[in-house]
């Protein structure tokens, strides 16, 4: 599996973006983690692949939405009233191991990890 990412920019407060990530191969999840400056890597949304099922964190909820074109094997995340502590570099990443050793915001639940999309929000 191989993960491409694109999509990120810089954008004032209150602006919006949509990060888009092609997907070639199997996969039981895909999401999207992203890591500010002097942070820890952080989950911010996560799909599975077969039902649909959204899973996101407390602090994007409301304003990102994660989707999944299946017929272009394409992730997306839809960013809105965007702030500057959404400053990150986003990664696309994918499980591909179907595992449920982790939780489904565990870094560790992905084994596929995208090279990252600078986003700036000021």
């Known amino acids: 599996v191989q993960l491409v990412e694109s999509g990120g920019d810089s954008v004032q407060a209150g602006g919006s973006l949509r990060l888009s990530c092609v997907a070639s191969?199997?996969?039981?999840?895909l999401g999207w983690f992203r890591q500010a400056p002097g942070k820890e890597r952080e989950v911010v949304a996560v799909?599975?692949?077969?039902?649909?099922?959204?899973y996101y964190a407390d602090s994007v909820k409301d304003r990102f939405i994660i989707s999944l074109d299946n017929a272009e094997n394409t992730l997306y995340l839809r960013m809105n009233n965007l702030t500057p502590e959404d400053t990150a570099i986003y990664y696309c990443v994918a499980d591909t191991r179907g595992t449920r050793l982790h939780t489904w915001d565990s870094p560790s639940r992905y084994n596929i990890w995208g090279q990252g999309t600078q986003v700036t929000v000021s």
């Open positions: 799909i599975t692949t077969g039902a649909g099922r959204t």
């Open positions: 191969g199997y996969t039981y999840r």
